[in-house]
């Protein structure tokens, strides 16, 4: 195992390694947020502990318990920390080995990958092809091969009628209006906006307002906020109903990711 007094934090020192994968271990303080920023290798982003919200300049995704974001090359992004969050970073340099990736996603992290994290996370920053560390390596190209995506992200709008009636309920997710409401406050017909929605966004009204409210319903849980706090918080009746469909969206539970924290 590496000493890891030895290991560095600084994400330069793993741009150009000699192998394909560099593991980074580093831990952040609830409420830090890494400005915008890009890197020359993929990255993937994975927390043992704690949530982390990613922006670029389209799209905002979460990372809940036991899911990572994978980050290709040269996308710029900002990330913030909801709790303390103690983060591993694999750099992938996809010219050395083909990307399992080539498009930012979350996905999840199954038992495997993620000891797998742990474990690379605790050689030394260097390694050679046939060492402990190279084989754990290949092990993780394999696993990325095979997880399974998460739908997310939250896309943003650039249509200047959306951006006003996303902007609200990202300030306000337990808004309750319907898409015939927000057409005053938008300033386009209700047909209009579920066009824009399906044409700028890729979803419905009802798709897109869901992914939002579950953005937020992480970091409250994160937070530790009670269940049932949160469902009304954003826009459920039933603690029953918000679990259920949270759980189906985000692929776990409301209970479990206030077990994680």
Request: charged share 25%; hydrophobic share 45%.
């Amino acid at each position: 195992m590496a000493d890891p007094a030895n290991r560095s934090t600084d994400p330069q020192d793993y741009q150009d390694l000699p192998q394909a994968i560099g593991a980074m271990s580093k831990s952040f303080a609830d409420g830090f947020v890494i400005p915008l920023h890009e890197h020359a290798r993929d990255q993937l982003l994975f927390a043992r502990r704690g949530i982390m919200r990613l922006r670029t300049e389209r799209q905002a995704w979460v990372v809940p318990p036991d899911g990572a974001v994978y980050i290709p090359a040269g996308t710029r992004h900002s990330i913030g920390m909801h709790g303390d969050v103690d983060m591993r970073t694999l750099y992938i340099d996809m010219c050395a080995r083909q990307a399992p990736m080539r498009t930012l996603v979350v996905v999840a992290v199954s038992s495997l990958l993620r000891e797998l994290i742990l474990a690379l996370s605790e050689e030394s920053v260097a390694y050679e092809a046939d060492s402990r560390a190279g084989l754990i390596a290949q092990l993780i190209e394999r696993e990325l091969e095979r997880a399974d995506e998460l739908s997310l992200q939250v896309p943003l709008p650039r249509d200047p009628r959306l951006q006003r009636l996303c902007a609200q309920l990202l300030a306000d997710p337990a808004d309750r209006r319907t898409l015939d409401d927000w057409s005053q406050v938008a300033g386009a017909s209700t047909r209009t906006l579920a066009r824009l929605f399906e044409r700028e966004l890729g979803m419905s009204f009802n798709r897109w307002r869901q992914r939002a409210r579950f953005h937020n319903a992480l970091e409250a849980l994160s937070h530790g906020a009670p269940i049932s706090q949160v469902a009304a918080q954003h826009g459920y009746r039933s603690a029953s109903a918000f679990s259920a469909a949270f759980g189906k969206v985000m692929g776990v539970t409301p209970s479990e990711v206030a077990v994680a924290q």
